[in-house]
């Protein structure tokens, strides 16, 4: 039994001929008699009859009809509901980044997703650090990643800009609103653990300025790297976008700058609600430098 003689056989019904009934599916009248015969050979049983009076539903006709408006409805709702996903009037999008990128960069992007797409749910899920984040896209987990460019990737990547690296440290303590490389190697640092992906940002700047930092603490989060750099416990190397409007004083660039480029990728072509999401990403004026403004002499880590 196929959809499709079930749909000649409602419209039969509800046109009252096999003539209006094919005039209204834009098929021939001989195809549709075809077709409504080869229904009822499966069903082994006569559905309708011509009467004086016109069409007439057969017993076995009258128990079918009821079964066959569910089924097409149940389509109809399927295809309509698989529309307002590709519309983006609904559906959710998993969107992949690691921490400091979903509480620093993406808030504007839900916001005008939200106004919108209100219907259309951002699921955000966050990681520590960005090899976990592409081990995470690889095995299939999300729609769409934004984070530090993953090395050696084959699908897809859109670069979104790139986010300054800064020294925060008490206020008191700045000469300068650049920092020279001595002084970074003279200073009490607060780093972080292994497992989170300023780890790599701060190691990779030391050695490119020819430093070892000296630590006096360490952590997991870069809010509370933040918090301890505030109360003078050290300096600590934070993205820019994670430092609030009230405490820029605090912060530093380092030389020319130090610079990490965020793009968004995934494994292969991205569901139509994640290319909507990403053409967003791209459209808004997100807290990041583009590549030709970048100073003379930063660093890209």
Not at 38 to 48: I, N, P, V
Not at 132 to 148: F, H, K, M
Request: glycine residues 8%; proline residues 7%.
């Amino acid at each position: 039994m196929r959809l499709r003689q079930l749909e000649y056989f409602l419209a039969v019904w509800e046109s009252g001929s096999f003539s209006a009934a094919a005039a209204r599916l834009y098929v021939s009248q001989p195809s549709l008699s075809q077709q409504m015969r080869s229904l009822e050979k499966e069903l082994g049983a006569q559905l309708l009859e011509r009467g004086r009076h016109g069409l007439a539903l057969t017993p076995a006709g009258r128990v079918l009809l009821p079964h066959a408006e569910r089924v097409l409805q149940a389509v109809g709702e399927a295809a309509d509901a698989v529309h307002q996903v590709v519309e983006g009037r609904s559906g959710d999008v998993h969107v992949l980044t690691v921490r400091s990128i979903a509480s620093g960069i993406l808030p504007p992007s839900a916001v005008r997703w939200h106004s919108l797409f209100p219907t259309a749910v951002l699921r955000v899920h966050d990681f520590s650090h960005r090899r976990a984040l592409e081990e995470a896209v690889r095995s299939g987990q999300g729609d769409i990643a934004v984070g530090p460019r993953p090395e050696l990737w084959e699908g897809p990547v859109v670069s979104l800009g790139y986010e300054e690296m800064v020294l925060v440290g008490p206020a008191g303590q700045a000469t300068s609103p650049m920092v020279e490389p001595d002084e970074l190697a003279a200073a009490d640092w607060i780093l972080y653990e292994p497992e989170q992906g300023m780890s790599e940002i701060v190691d990779r700047t030391a050695t490119a300025l020819g430093f070892t930092p000296r630590a006096v603490a360490r952590t997991g989060q870069v809010a509370a790297a933040l918090l301890f750099a505030m109360e003078g416990l050290g300096v600590a190397l934070v993205p820019n976008n994670a430092v609030p409007g009230g405490w820029i004083r605090h912060a530093r660039r380092i030389g020319p700058g130090v610079y990490r480029e965020i793009v968004a990728y995934s494994r292969s072509t991205p569901t139509q609600l994640a290319q909507r999401y990403r053409d967003l990403l791209t459209s808004l004026e997100l807290p990041l430098t583009m590549a030709t403004a970048l100073p003379a002499g930063a660093l890209r880590c």
